[in-house]
């Protein structure tokens, strides 16, 4: 059985060749700048410190620049949080599943983690119950937490509900860690945009969407278990008939429903401090995540 792990250094070695090495290593690097997030105290600002550290609310009581200082401490955590069910392994828009993307983001970010000295942990599951895998270090483990995605995501798994993993985060992870989410293509609501609010007031954040397949692919080879080039809704559990699906009212009434989630999801993580990104296919997870965490800088 070939190695998820060693697909993902494979993968990783083919952008060091044709990027700037140690650029993604760099913007991981970035997102903790080498400090705990664990709060200690506060002093006055001098020139040269970051921004990014000024207390805000602090120094409007004050009335001069505050800076938030952290507790040195040797090893981050960083917590991968996934969606397995059946919803991921339906087709991404490149014709894979959903689920082999992840692996592969999670993957490359929790290789990351290794190659920093952190530890890795994984909260994973469905709308039936969710998994969870302390943090540890060392290439095994981080095995074990790609096989334990890669094996649950499957078309007899539960329907996907994100939410019930992040609501276990929220209930289980103690201290401040990174947190790495990829999931579906997720709703807006107000139960939700709580949850997430929360989730942020504790942790950083990094989200990750995994875009679903077009209504009707111009290619029926994308999706090679249906017959007639017709789509399948994985969640609904019902066919989408290729001639109607190609129907131009009826893509023009999906492309719109499409817009107005990607529109309410975007808005529901900014409002929370969230930073999103998307990725349609494993060749693009190394490029999706190096504008991820640089966006992620920037915004800190």
């Not at 129907?247 to 930073?275: C, F, H, N, Q, W």
């Not at 990725?279 to 965490?293: C, E, K």
């Amino acid at each position: 059985m070939t190695s998820l792990l060693h697909r993902v250094k494979s993968n990783l070695a083919i952008f060091a060749h044709r990027k700037a090495r140690g650029a993604l290593d760099g913007e991981y690097g970035s997102v903790f700048r080498g400090r705990s997030l664990d709060f200690d105290d506060l002093r006055a600002y001098v020139p040269g410190d970051e921004v990014r550290d000024i207390d805000w609310k602090a120094t409007a009581r004050h009335g001069s620049p505050l800076i938030r200082r952290y507790v040195a401490v040797r090893r981050q955590t960083l917590v991968l949080v996934t969606d397995t069910g059946r919803n991921m392994a339906a087709a991404a828009r490149s014709g894979e599943t959903k689920k082999d993307i992840a692996v592969m983001a999670l993957g490359v970010m929790g290789y990351l983690a290794h190659r920093h000295g952190d530890v890795v942990g994984l909260v994973s599951g469905d709308a039936e119950g969710s998994t969870a895998l302390p943090a540890k270090g060392g290439e095994a483990h981080l095995e074990r937490l790609l096989r334990q995605v890669d094996s649950a995501a499957t078309l007899d798994a539960a329907p996907s509900r994100i939410e019930d993993q992040l609501e276990h985060v929220a209930r289980t992870v103690k201290g401040r860690n990174l947190l790495f989410v990829v999931a579906d293509e997720v709703p807006a609501g107000p139960a939700t945009s709580e949850l997430l609010r929360r989730l942020r007031a504790q942790h950083e954040v990094l989200w990750l969407t995994v875009r679903d397949a077009d209504l009707a692919p111009a290619d029926p080879s994308l999706q090679p278990d249906r017959t007639a080039g017709d789509s399948y809704s994985v969640s609904g559990g019902y066919p989408l008939v290729a001639h109607l699906a190609r129907d131009p009212a009826v893509a023009a009434a999906y492309a719109s429903a499409v817009a107005e989630r990607d529109t309410g999801r975007t808005t529901m993580l900014r409002k929370a401090g969230i930073t999103e990104g998307e990725v349609a296919a494993s060749q693009g997870v190394i490029n999706a995540l190096f504008a991820l965490l640089e966006r992620h800088r920037r915004a800190g």
